[in-house]
Nanobody, 131 residues
């Protein structure tokens, strides 16, 4: 079965950290473009961090630059999102997505995912940042 499954969300205090995981099954992430996206209640989906199979420099949105890090472990077929210095405005459902366009620039991967144009999506994991 082809699927992406996210985990690692939860309730955390402002300033805290979480690491989200996204495990792929039924296909390999190694040569795909991958991104993390989030959607807060009443807001549109936004790209958080994205990478492709070629560039070493991922794309990060302005609101997470310097706080979040996207990495992939091809051996584990997993992509991670390390989130530090969390803020209440980081609250939302976080989704990972993958696409068979590995040569898209990381920024274009995030733009594409914001429109919903990715081949695979996970069901999301909820992150709540609150004291």
């Amino acid at each position: 079965q082809v699927q992406l499954v996210e985990s690692g969300g939860g309730l955390v205090q402002p300033g805290g950290s979480l690491r989200l995981s996204c495990v792929a099954s039924g296909f390999s992430l190694e040569y795909l473009a991958i991104g993390w996206f989030r959607q807060a209640p009443g807001k549109e989906r936004e790209g958080v961090a994205c990478t492709n199979s070629r560039d070493r420099t991922p794309y990060y949105s302005d609101f997470v630059e310097g706080r979040f890090t996207i990495t992939r472990d091809n051996a584990e077929n997993t992509v991670y999102l390390q989130m530090n210095s969390l803020k209440p405005e980081d609250t939302g459902v976080y989704y990972c997505a993958a696409d068979y366009q590995p040569l898209l620039s990381p920024g274009s991967v995030c733009t594409s995912g914001q429109r919903g144009a990715m081949d695979y999506w996970g069901k999301g994991t909820l992150v709540t940042v609150s004291s």
